[in-house]
Every structure is written in structure tokens, then in C-alpha cells.
């Protein structure tokens, strides 16, 4: 049986299960992608399904960091609007 480890959120660093959280993925070609689906091959990064963690990663740019390659702010207005669109699902 495979080991469960917690990932680490960029925006809050707490430690959750990855299934409560959305991967961010750097291709070995340099473009940063969501990857919902948690199998793009390269180096990822965690953040929770939550606004406030997408904010804060924002506001201290930490997924560049985590990533190392700069993030452009398409890719965390997308983010947002994914988790906004998912926690509206949720809702309704």
C-alpha cells in the first residue's frame, strides 16, 4: 500500500491531504499550468481549494518561488476562478 504524505500549501503552509488541494505544475518546457488532475509531469506546487490561500500565495508571490520560474498573473486569476466556480458548485 502507497503512503499518503500531506502537501504543504504555498499560501497558508498548512498540510493537507492532496485531494483537498490544487497542484500547480511547472513543464519541463518552463510553462506553468493548473493541473487539476494531479499528473502533469514536472515540479508542482500546492495550494488549498480556498480564496484566501490563492490571495495570500499572490500577495507573497510563492508559487514563483516553490516553482522557481515566475508565475504570470493569468495563472492565479485562473486559479481563483476555478476554486470561485467549484465552490459555487458546492453551494448550489
Known amino acids: 500500500m502507497k503512503r499518503q504524505r ?6 497558508c503552509r498548512e498540510e493537507s491531504p ?13 510553462d506553468v499550468v ?7 509531469p514536472g515540479r508542482g506546487a500546492y ?11 499572490r500577495k507573497r508571490d ?3 518561488r516553490a516553482l522557481k520560474v515566475r508565475v504570470p498573473s493569468e495563472v492565479y486569476d485562473a486559479l481563483l476562478e476555478m476554486i470561485i466556480e ?4 458546492a453551494e448550489g
Open 34 to 40: 493548473i493541473d487539476p488532475s494531479g499528473r502533469v
Open 47 to 57: 495550494v488549498c481549494a480556498r480564496e484566501e490561500c490563492v490571495r495570500e500565495a
Open 86 to 89: 467549484r465552490s459555487g458548485e
Open 62 to 64: 510563492a508559487l514563483s
Open 18 to 30: 492532496r485531494r483537498e488541494m490544487v497542484r500547480i505544475a511547472r513543464k519541463p518546457d518552463g
Open 6 to 11: 500531506p502537501r504543504t500549501c504555498v499560501g
